[in-house]
């Protein structure tokens, strides 16, 4: 695969999307979370690059291994969890615009991200859109 891999996602459950273009991480819109950590809440946005871990951080506070509960910004559900990282942390499910789920370990400093494809077009999908955007 050449070039950088963008994530582009929405919520599973109301289906907006969750790139928020007025926070840049790593120069691109990033992925808008809500976040619980520890007893504050707030906002994390993660960086669409795939494989990027740089990410901000709103009201709520930058603790190393800390475990965050996540739910979408904008109907507030918890994202869904099908799956336990390797460190023991859960994984939460967001639907990628082209199809298909990237799930995304919830430990601050792991952060282990992957890609799943129901459909094999939709990884082609993913890949080839991107190849023809040219990737600033
Ligand atoms: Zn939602
Ligand atoms: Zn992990």
């Known amino acids: ?9 929405k919520c599973s459950t109301c289906k907006k999307s969750l790139m ?10 990033s992925i808008h ?13 993660l960086s669409q ?23 979408c ?8 969890v099908h799956e336990m990282c390797e460190c023991g942390a859960p994984m939460i499910d967001l639907n990628l615009e082209v199809g298909g789920v990237i799930k995304i370990g919830t430990r601050n400093g792991c ?4 890609l799943q494809f129901v459909e094999p077009d939709d990884m ?6 991107q190849d023809k955007s040219g990737l600033s």
């Open 1 to 9: 695969m050449g070039g950088r891999v963008r994530i582009l996602v």
């Open 20 to 29: 928020n273009p007025d926070v840049r991480v790593d120069d691109l819109p």
């Open 33 to 45: 979370l809500g976040a619980k950590v520890i007893e504050k809440t707030g906002n994390i946005y």
């Open 49 to 71: 690059i795939y494989g990027s871990l740089n990410k901000k951080f709103e009201d709520v506070d930058d603790i190393k291994d800390s475990v965050a509960l996540f739910f």
């Open 73 to 80: 910004p904008h109907c507030h559900n918890p994202f869904p």
């Open 111 to 114: 952060e282990h991200r992957s």
């Open 124 to 129: 082609f999908s993913l890949f080839h859109d």
